[in-house]
Every structure is written in structure tokens, then in C-alpha cells.
């Protein structure tokens, strides 16, 4: 099949773009910096710059600002959301005009839809969002992506856990200071951190291309999300270090603002129902096994 993949070079896109070359599949990556793209791989610098002949198979968006990079100041929310939906709008600016359309597009969307009211319930797809910062963010990106179903292409909303692999993403930032003997929880460790191996993320994006009765949001979590102080626990264990230092939540609020209130101190219980009922087997359903398999190979 042939794929386009916005976000192509991330975290994410990297270890996608690798899985789908394997498989022989024919890959185009839009970038702002094409020149970066090596191999087999062709690249688009803007999603106008698409003919209309151009034809896909499958379209998968993973673009958009790093979202815990900076503290969130009123334009740095407006960058966060204008790099999301604009080229989800571009996306779908070009199935409208595309002579052939995908028959699958994949957009990617967070966790964060669920929103930051505390709660111990499991949260399905079925569950509904809030008033908050990321909720908002990911209910806007959705919408954006739910464009495309109308021109009859089947579309899947990717909302993403905390994702776990090599080379990238939050594990990247945590296992020093972890392998120094500096971590601690974070708060009061009770928040949820749904999480996924990369690898198992990468097995759900494949799982949707090959399954065409999957539609509609999908978590992209493993089965069992743990709280802040299990995964510190799990991450010092695996590195054989203490973890005795706690960053007190008062100073995640004074750091870094709104973004630490709703990415550090707040999660939901977040469970893959919709991946579990379609028959998706995890290759990582414990955090323990995840960390110990990315950490020590």
C-alpha cells in the first residue's frame, strides 16, 4: 500500500515509517524539512504542493508543537492548536480535491481528550471530555479529522497514552535523572499515567490499517494503566536505583504552570476497550515488563 505520513520523522512517525518499509509498503512524509528524509521515502514540504493525482491508501496524521515543551503562555496555546489543525484542515482540504481517495485516514488525537476531573473509573471510548486545556485541544482535533468521513473515507481518532520506547518521548527526559538516584513521584502519585510501549502503538496503527470495522476514536493505551507512584516504582526498579525525591505538586505549579497542573498532576484511567474487543493482542500489557525490554536491550 502506499502511505502519507504527517509527522513522519517524530518519535512515533520514525518508528512507523521503519515498521511500514519492512512490510514493503511505499511511504510519503510531509516535513518543513524534506531535506531530512533519507531512504526510501519520499517527502512534500506542504500539503498543497500535492497534485490531485497523487493517490494514497491510507493518509496517517501525527503532526503537531510538542506539547510539554514550554510552558503554556496564551500564544503558546494558539501555536499548540494552530499546528494541529492546520494541517489536519490541510488533510482534509486534500481528499476534497484528491481524484482518489484514502481509504483510511488515521489522525492522531491524546488522552488528554478525557480531560482532568479525578477519577479511579476505567475510560473507554465512550467517554466524554471536560472544560480543560487538553480536552478542548483534542475535542477541536478530532473535529477537524471527522471532516473526512463524510467524503466516505473511514477514519480513526489515535488517542494516544504516554508512549514508552527507545530513542524518543518522556522515557528519553525520565531514565537518567531515574539511573542518578534522583526520582520521585510526582505529586501526590496518585494521578494515572496510561502508557503504551511503542511497539504496541505502532501494532495498533497496523491492527486499524487491516481491520476495516474499526472507526471512530481508539485508545492508544495498554491494558493496564498505573498511577504515577506505580510507574516510579516500575522505573526504579528496572534501573536499580531509589526513588526517594519527590517533586511536591505545588512545585510542578510554580514550574510550569497550567501544562504541569494537566499533564503532570492530573490523568485519568485510561483502558483500550475498543482494541481489546477487536481482538488486538499486546505484546506489553505490564509497565514492568515494557520498561525492563526498552531499558536493558
Known amino acids: 500500500m502506499r502511505f502519507l505520513i504527517t509527522g513522519g520523522t517524530g518519535f512515533i512517525g520514525s518508528a512507523l515509517s521503519e515498521h511500514l518499509l519492512r512490510d514493503d509498503h511505499s511511504i510519503m512524509i510531509q516535513t518543513r524539512h524534506p531535506d531530512s528524509v533519507t531512504g526510501n521515502i519520499e517527502s512534500v514540504e506542504c500539503l498543497e504542493d500535492l497534485r490531485s493525482s497523487e493517490a494514497f491508501d491510507v493518509v496517517i496524521n501525527l503532526t503537531g508543537e ?47 481528550f478525557y480531560g482532568i476531573e479525578p477519577s479511579s473509573e476505567n475510560m473507554d471510548e465512550k467517554a466524554t471530555g471536560d472544560s480543560s486545556f487538553s ?70 496503527i497496523d491492527y486499524c490499517v487491516h481491520h476495516p470495522d474499526i472507526t471512530g476514536p481508539i485508545n492508544g493505551t495498554a491494558p493496564n494503566p498505573v498511577t ?48 481489546q474487543q477487536a481482538g488486538f493482542q499486546f505484546k506489553y500489557e505490564y509497565v514492568d515488563d515494557a520498561l525492563s525490554d526498552i531499558i536493558n536491550s
Do not use: Y
Open 66 to 112: 510538542p506539547i510539554a515543551n514550554k510552558r503554556w503562555s496564551e500564544s503558546q496555546k494558539q501555536k499548540i492548536i494552530n499546528s494541529r489543525l492546520g494541517v489536519t484542515e490541510g488533510l482534509v482540504e486534500f481528499f476534497k480535491r484528491a481524484e482518489q481517495k484514502p481509504e483510511l485516514f488515521i489522525s492522531g488525537s491524546a488522552i488528554g
Open 135 to 204: 480536552s478542548q485541544l483534542c475535542q477541536q482535533w478530532e473535529a477537524a479529522a471527522l471532516q473526512a468521513a463524510p467524503l466516505g473515507i473511514r477514519t480513526c481518532l489515535l488517542r494516544t497514552g504516554i508512549v514508552l520506547g527507545q530513542g524518543g518521548g518522556v522515557l528519553e527526559k525520565m531514565t537518567l535523572p531515574f539511573k542518578l538516584g534522583l526520582g520521585g513521584k510526582i505529586g501526590s502519585g496518585h494521578q494515572w499515567m496510561p502508557w503504551i510501549h511503542l511497539d504496541d502503538l505502532i501494532g495498533v
Open 228 to 275: 504515577n507512584a506505580e510507574f516510579t516504582k516500575a522505573l526504579g526498579s528496572v534501573v536499580k536505583r531509589p526513588t526517594i525525591l519527590p517533586m511536591p505538586g505545588f512545585v510542578v505549579k510554580l514550574l510550569m504552570g497550567q501544562m504541569g497542573e494537566e499533564l503532570l498532576l492530573a490523568g485519568k484511567k485510561v483502558i483500550p476497550l475498543k482494541a
